[in-house]
């Protein structure tokens, strides 16, 4: 028999599961409007999902900025995860400094 906490647990997860998702295909929809081809749409929603799944919160950029450090992806895939967000944040009206992130991940020391 599962506890109350993780009963509670389960259902935050799967709401913010279909929060994520509503907000994915918005992105999608927004990216068809302005012209992209549905591969790119489709590698773009992949990078936010997989964000998201590894941690990030997409409307806080300190913890994209985390996510990136802490993974061991070549170079060009971090490149395309910091161009997929840079969109979302154009979609959303946003701007973040991302001149602190190298395509390696890491930040640069000032």
Request: glycine share 6%; hydrophobic share 35%; aromatic share 8%.
């Amino acid at each position: 028999m599962q506890t109350l906490e993780k009963l509670e647990k389960r259902e935050k997860r799967l709401l913010g599961d279909k929060q994520l998702k509503g907000k994915l295909i918005e992105f999608a929809w927004w990216l068809k409007k302005q012209g992209y081809a549905d591969t790119t749409i489709r590698c773009n929603v992949s990078a936010l999902r997989t964000l998201a799944t590894r941690g990030a919160n997409l409307y806080d950029p300190d913890t994209l900025k985390d996510v990136i450090a802490r993974q061991k992806w070549s170079q060009n895939r971090k490149r395309n995860i910091i161009n997929a967000y840079t969109l979302w944040l154009k979609m959303k009206g946003g701007k973040w400094e991302n001149q602190n992130v190298n395509a390696h991940g890491a930040r640069r020391s000032t």
